[in-house]
């Protein structure tokens, strides 16, 4: 499992101008089986993925198709974890 956490390297404006392209690019990865969840941070500077079913370069790899990356409005962190403990229900998705 890999938390993929985004930085907007570039104006909110830049940003919001590749908005529908990212949703898109998120909706295509959720039908995938590949995201479990995404969002944006709080205060607004970046974005966080919760993603699996892929090895680490798979997974840059596919963060290379992403619109921010390829506008290089976001920068990208990746942090890869194994789960040992989790909540009732949560098993279905590591």
């Given amino acids: 499992m890999f938390i993929v956490s985004l930085s907007y390297v570039k104006p909110l404006v830049d940003v919001e101008a590749y908005l529908n392209e990212h949703r898109q690019f998120l909706d295509a990865c959720y039908s995938k089986g590949y995201f ?12 966080v ?19 921010f990356h390829r506008a290089g409005v976001a920068q990208y962190e990746i942090t ?6 989790h909540a009732q229900g949560f098993e279905r998705y590591i």
């Fill in 49 to 67: 993925i919760l993603a699996k079913g892929m090895t680490r370069t798979e997974l840059e790899t596919l963060i290379e198709e992403d619109p």
């Fill in 36 to 47: 479990i969840a995404s969002g944006t941070k709080e205060p607004r500077t970046g974005g």
């Fill in 80 to 85: 890869e974890f194994m789960p040992v403990k």
